[in-house]
């Protein structure tokens, strides 16, 4: 007796734990019943029903508000869709279609929403915009949003509706576009200018150092989801001024630094050699050559004299300062004009046999002060 009356009272207890449990499921309104039992999918929602039921894992693609949150909305966890859920009730959700395709089934607007903020915030972190920075941020492409009856299991995860989203943009033309209006400062190098200084002996130099400037500059800047496709500088304002750098390069030449500087000025071999010959003082050296072979200023300077002579035939002269002057004979041709300057290592004649001459060649002479000296001394 003592027996059945312990397992009476066990099978009592155990009655009441499960009605404890159940009273939950049962405190709802009747009009939720009602709509439930005749299958209306239109509820206001149960009031009351025990928080059972976990929101889905979400993704997370950025740490601003944009960011995904993991939370689903209250409406989500209210206790008439639970109990619709646990009944395998079909649910009132929405459906978001991209370019009249079906994208993508979440629960309500509110997520489409967030859906909507997400992939925003996953193409602005990829691109690293600085939000700030921002002008204009549209969604570009056909987007609807459309009730939908399904069941729970049909719907999408935050993180799969997005990567559904990621693959339209991709091939359904469904493209985020970032304008950006950024200002910033940068600095403007100075001019470099070179100047010619005879106070300076050749190869000697001297730089005057200038002063960087700087200036604003205000950019547009267009992007399609996470590619920048253009920039435009809007308006640049110089705030400050840059002074010049100049160079002082030397030009006073003297005949210790000549032989520093002075170049060939043909290709062809040594044919004759300063000094005397036949009798008489040969003044320059001589240079084999065909007709036509160029000639070439043997250092920077003045066109003194660009004319025929009946000794040297063609003839160039150039003036290189301090009294230094070199001569080039026998051209067949001209190249430059009195007074033009020229480079080392310009074209100025052609090889000729023009004046006194038994031969093609180039007679090359050195004159420092009007005497002229053994140009091979100077050549390097």
């Known amino acids: 007796m003592k027996y059945k009356a312990w397992k ?79 009944m395998n009730y079909k649910l009132k959700t929405m459906k978001i279609i991209i370019n009249n395709k079906d994208a993508a089934v979440l629960y309500n607007k509110e ?64 493209n985020l576009e970032i304008d950006t209006l950024e200002k910033y400062t940068e600095e403007i190098s100075p001019k470099v200018t070179i100047k010619s200084s005879n106070e300076l002996n050749v190869g000697e130099s001297k730089t005057q150092q200038g002063e960087n400037g700087s200036k604003e500059i205000e950019k547009k800047t267009l992007y399609i989801n996470d590619k920048k496709v253009k920039e435009i500088i809007i308006k640049e304002t110089i705030t400050k001024q840059p002074k010049e750098t100049i160079i002082l390069q030397g030009s006073r030449l003297t005949e210790e630094k000549l032989s520093a500087v002075l170049a060939k000025p043909s290709r062809g071999s ?53 009294g230094i002057e070199t001569l080039y004979g026998h051209c067949s041709s001209l190249k430059v004009k009195e007074g033009q300057r020229v480079n080392k290592g310009d074209i100025i004649a052609e090889v000729g046999n023009t004046g006194r001459s038994t031969g093609p060649h180039l007679h090359f002479e050195v004159r420092i002060n009007g005497i002229a000296k053994d140009s091979l001394k100077y050549i390097k």
């Open 111 to 174: 997520e489409a929403d967030r859906l909507i903020n997400n992939f925003k915030a996953y193409y602005l972190e990829k691109a690293k915009v600085d939000r700030e920075s921002i002008a204009r941020l549209e969604l570009k492409g056909n987007i609807e949003f459309k009730e939908y009856y399904c069941y729970e299991w049909e719907l999408d995860t935050m993180e799969g509706a997005l990567n559904k989203l990621l693959a339209a943009s991709k091939n359904d033309n469904l």
């Open 270 to 322: 040594v044919t004759s050699f300063y000094g005397m010959r036949w009798g008489k003082m040969h003044k320059g050296t001589d240079f084999a050559g065909k007709i036509g072979d160029p000639i070439t200023a043997a250092l920077d300077g003045r066109v003194k004299e660009a004319r025929f002579e009946p000794t040297y035939g063609n003839m160039v002269i150039l003036s290189h300062g301090n």
């Open 8 to 86: 009476k009272e066990r099978l009592k207890k155990s009655i009441m734990l499960l009605l404890a449990f159940l009273m939950p499921y049962a405190s709802v309104y009747y009009s939720d019943f009602i709509d439930l039992l005749h299958n209306k999918p239109n509820t206001a929602g149960i009031k009351v029903f025990a928080s059972t039921l976990g929101s889905r894992p979400q993704g997370n693609y950025g740490s601003d508000v944009l960011a995904i949150n993991n939370e689903f909305s209250k409406e989500r966890n209210n206790t008439a869709n639970k109990f619709k859920i646990l």
